[in-house]
């Protein structure tokens, strides 16, 4: 048998409650009057079936001690957790026979005319993403710049006369005001707004259904909130929340309605249901990358990369279009925007500048150094995960109450601008104002007349402008120890920014500082080497340094490649940037996880990844499965369905179907699955035997009422059914699937991984020999296992 550390306790007493599964701490069991069919197997090793028990993180109190309670002070958390609050989305189409009536009326004609409306749907989300994109870039830098232009005439105005003290409360001040006003509509608004929205997103296309991941409200809050923490002066960037807005706007745009609003524009409506959904969203999220970067090939990659777990062909050139259209709106409003001022844009919101002929050239023997600045970055990138890691186990624990939470930002807004001040007060690094410099707000403090400060160009500046000076500004334009406090404090400053109850991004601070130990690295070795001056250009090895970090914290590569190349301009960087992005992901990953696989795994989600886990081929589905489970015959009683539905503690999204046996404690043959949702649906419009044969019922029921009622299903509680019609009859043979997918007990843990992860299933059903129902594998019975320190480990599930 497999080495597995137990996780969980198990019971084999048949008679007690049934394990965890979809949604609730018990997955199935027997509750109201619905079949619950209890089988044990003697299975071999340490495994033996029963009841898996959880632990319940958040207890409600009862409704008279709650006034005597109050809330708690520190909250326990346990990385060994598997939430229970999540639930899965039904990316496998239900093939009952409305749906199939459906598929079969319609002509290719028909066809031909969806796939057309998939184009306008990509479409209409480049559109809309890109005029998010163009917002977005326009307020921020006339706020930033509005606040930087205050600031900077209050410096310029004592530094002769004294008082310089007023200018750092100044800018503390600032900051803090415009980051308090991001934190508080976030926190106390929409808390999922918060940070870059990537792990959220990117768990959403893997099939966990994230609560009000792609609402409405969602969005505003993403935009206004990022604005306010670009401004703000904190060390985030704007590219994660764009690529989480340009899915909430897929989301919406694909449905042709707004719940939110409730309006409906009865557009779109084929598209109504989880499958569809999916894909639109991964469109939308490439279009978020290629507003960002004006990387629309990058876009597309990140998606696959990174976001989509689900890919076929057709679905690459509509990701592709969307991001095609993205980036040409922004592009073509920002220009008719800067025509104003005479300043030209060049495409994406993050302005990385083109990369002239003289810089893009490298040698072969720079490649050693290249390998090694990857290294670099891995070893970077791993000590700012495990210290962010460590940090938000102390914001989980501590940090949970919203004042709290608006306070920790305003306190970082408030240390970043003095951190800032301080480092350009007591940097004496002056250079010449040239021509060739492209400062927005050089800042001269003590250095002498027609020359700036370059600690400030660092600082006093929106953290895309930064990069961008590190990127192009001639040598010597920095002196190394500029450089190397500057990465050493920001390295620590965007290590505490991140998972701040505000919205930002990881990317450009992840950027910046590569940039400027990347730019450190060529300058010193201009000054080591025989010739180096001549080769070793510190743009270039800023370009380096920042792909070597970025991919040392976030672990991406094809991608990443493709977007920095694109970004730049640049091809000839294309090799040295993919061996880098390598090196760094294989030297950050022996010691922890990418960033976003760190937060994702914090928030205790059930994420399936690409295989399962190496050492599982010893487990079984037998092993896995939960049982008993909750079944419903063909025709069941309207009471009985209502019961289950109503059972708190068993609040399932998925029921088998049987053949009716005589024997109660005797599996029935499994015939078909229905979901709660089609079941609620079935009850909202009294789908009973007795009225369809006394005919009253006015219309036969279609798919277009579940889709009207997706994706925001009324419960169970909103549903009134009288006691005679408790007594009635559902025949649920017409809206059942009656092909649900199916393994054997003795299917390897392996194949039932891949089976469930690559069809996108919501529910697998485990059967004998016989056909005969027996237990049902859910997303939380596979994503429990996984490779430890001491081999493969099982999770505890728990209400968090």
């Not at 059903?765 to 939380?780: A, M, Q």
Request: proline share 5%; hydrophobic share 45%; net charge neutral.
């Amino acid at each position: 048998m497999a080495n597995i550390t137990k996780k969980v306790s198990w019971s084999s007493r048949g008679d007690e409650p049934a394990p965890a599964g979809e949604g609730t701490p018990l997955l199935n069991g027997a509750g109201g009057a619905a079949r619950s069919y209890s089988r044990q197997f003697s299975g071999s090793g340490i495994f033996q079936i029963g009841r898996l028990s959880t632990v319940d993180l958040e207890e409600d109190p009862a409704p008279e001690e709650e006034s005597a309670i109050s809330r708690p002070k520190e909250i326990p958390h346990n990385e060994k957790l598997l939430s229970l609050k999540y639930e899965s989305l039904d990316y496998d189409n239900s093939e009952n026979q409305l749906f199939l009536e459906e598929e079969r009326r319609m002509s290719y004609m028909g066809f031909r005319c969806l796939e057309i409306s998939r184009w306008v749907v990509c479409a209409l989300i480049g559109i809309l993403t890109g005029l998010i994109a163009c917002f977005i870039d326009i307020v921020v830098e006339n706020l930033a710049g509005l606040k930087y232009k205050v600031i900077k005439e209050n410096i310029e105005k004592f530094t002769e006369a004294g008082g310089l003290s007023i200018s750092l409360i100044l800018w503390a001040f600032l900051n803090s005001v415009i980051v308090m006003m991001g934190a508080i509509i976030v926190a106390f608004f929409e808390p999922i707004a918060a940070g870059s929205g990537i792990p959220q997103i990117k768990c959403y296309l893997n099939g966990v259904k994230i609560p009000r991941v792609v609402r409405l409200k969602t969005l505003v809050v993403k935009v206004c909130g990022v604005i306010c923490s670009v401004a703000g002066g904190l060390a985030v960037g704007k590219e994660g929340p764009m690529i989480h807005s340009g899915a909430v706007v897929a989301a919406g745009v694909s449905q042709g309605r707004s719940t939110s609003l409730k309006k409906d524009f009865k557009i779109f409506e084929y598209f109504r249901r989880d499958t569809e959904k999916r894909d639109f969203v991964s469109a939308g999220a490439a279009a978020g990358v290629s507003a960002a970067f004006g990387a629309p090939v990058g876009g597309v990659l990140f998606s696959l990369e990174e976001g989509a777990s689900f890919w076929n062909q057709m679905l690459t050139w509509r990701i592709f279009f969307a991001s095609m259209i993205s980036t040409f709106t922004l592009n073509f409003f920002l220009s008719i925007y800067h025509n104003k001022t005479g300043e030209l844009s060049n495409p994406g919101l993050i302005n990385f500048g083109r990369f002239d002929s003289d810089s893009v050239e490298y040698n072969l023997y720079e490649i050693p150094l290249f390998i090694c600045m990857g290294a670099l970055g891995g070893l970077l990138g791993a000590l700012f995960n495990v210290l962010n890691y460590w940090l938000t186990i102390f914001r989980i624990r501590y940090i949970h109450r919203p004042c709290l939470q608006v306070m920790e930002a305003m306190l970082v807004a408030a240390v970043t601008a003095t951190v800032s001040f301080a480092m350009i007060y007591f940097s004496d690094d002056c250079q010449p104002l040239g021509e060739d410099q492209a400062e927005n707000y050089p800042l001269q403090l003590f250095c002498a007349d027609g020359e700036y400060n370059s600690m400030a160009t660092a600082f006093f500046n929106t953290p895309e402008r930064s990069v961008r000076s590190l990127f192009h500004n001639p040598p010597g334009s920095y002196n190394p120890p500029t450089l190397g406090v500057f990465t050493l404090t920001y390295f620590f400053l965007a290590c505490w920014t991140y998972g701040l109850t505000v919205s930002a991004g990881v990317f450009i601070p992840s950027l910046l500082i590569g940039a400027a130990w990347g730019r450190l690295f060529g300058i010193m070795l201009a000054h080591i080497t025989p010739y180096g001056s001549i080769w070793a250009d510190p743009g270039k090895y800023a370009l380096i340094g920042a792909a070597a970090q970025l991919g040392g914290i976030v672990r991406m590569t094809l991608s990443l490649t493709v977007i920095l190349v694109e970004a730049t301009g640049n091809v000839t960087y294309g090799f040295p940037i993919m061996l880098v992005l390598m090196t760094a992901k294989i030297v950050g990953d022996y010691f922890v996880e990418g960033l976003y696989d760190i937060h994702i795994k914090l928030q205790s989600v059930p994420f399936l990844h690409w295989e399962a886990p190496a050492t599982s081929h010893a487990l079984t589905a037998r092993e896995v499965m939960s049982s008993p489970v909750t079944c419903f015959n063909r025709v069941e009683k309207v009471g009985t369905i209502v019961d289950v539905l109503s059972n708190t503690s068993t609040n399932h999204n998925g029921f088998p179907v049987v053949t009716r046996v005589m024997d109660d404690d005797e599996p029935g043959k499994i015939c078909g699955l229905i979901l709660r949702s089609q079941l609620i649906v079935l009850l909202k419009h009294k789908v009973f035997v007795e009225r369809t044969r006394s005919r009253l019922n006015q219309r036969k029921l279609q798919l277009k009422d579940f889709r009207d009622a997706y994706p925001r299903f009324p419960p169970i509680q909103s549903i009134h059914v009288s006691q005679d019609e408790r007594e009635c009859m559902m025949d649920l043979t017409e809206f059942m699937n009656p092909t649900p997918y199916t393994v054997t007990q003795e299917t390897s843990l392996p194949r039932v991984f891949k089976l469930f992860r690559a069809l996108g299933l919501r529910h697998l059903v485990v059967v004998d020999s016989e056909n005969r129902v027996v237990g049902l594998v859910t997303r939380k019975d596979l994503a429990r296992y996984h490779l430890g320190k001491h081999g493969l480990e099982e999770l505890q599930l728990a209400q968090t």
